[in-house]
């Protein structure tokens, strides 16, 4: 049994552009989605994993994750997966004592980035950086399983 205790934020800048230490490519689809929990497939660098976790809105949440064969994994996303698929970049950002996830995301999501850092208790604590804005950890909205329902496209037509 795994826990994910993560806050999620805007970005009030582009400093954090200047100490990007890494970049992955991310596709990941959702198999369920319900207000209970998720069932997702993603797939980044060649290799492809099964996520399983609570729709808890918050910062404390139940996770399990697996890897699962790549051929497996893209046929699982091809053919059983929601649409649309959630296309990003993350980008991963030293700050302090933790590294930050900074989601830039692509297709119907373009336009959208948020960052993500994730702590090992809920009471630890963790400072922002300056390019930190506002949190959203609590708006389900900002949820990846939510923007493949409703992207990101959309809430501008709103």
Request: proline letters at 3%; a neutral charge.
């Amino acid at each position: 049994m795994a826990d994910e205790i993560e806050h999620k934020f805007l970005l009030a800048n582009n400093e954090w552009k200047k100490n990007i230490q890494q970049s992955l490519e991310y596709k990941q689809g959702y198999m369920i989605s319900d207000h209970k929990r998720s069932v997702r497939i993603r797939i980044s660098n060649n290799k492809a994993w099964l996520n399983i976790k609570s729709a808890t809105i918050g910062n404390f949440r139940k996770e399990y994750e697996y890897e699962i064969p790549l051929e497996d994994g893209q046929e699982i996303l091809n053919t059983l997966c929601e649409k649309p698929i959630i296309e990003k970049t993350r980008h991963l950002v030293t700050h302090k004592q933790h590294t930050w996830e900074i989601d830039v995301f692509k297709g119907d999501n373009a336009g959208l980035i948020i960052a993500e850092v994730e702590l090992q208790s809920i009471d630890e604590p963790f400072s922002k950086p300056s390019w930190v804005g506002r949190e959203v950890t609590e708006e389900r909205k900002y949820y990846n399983n939510a923007l493949c329902k409703n992207p990101y496209n959309n809430w501008k037509q709103a």
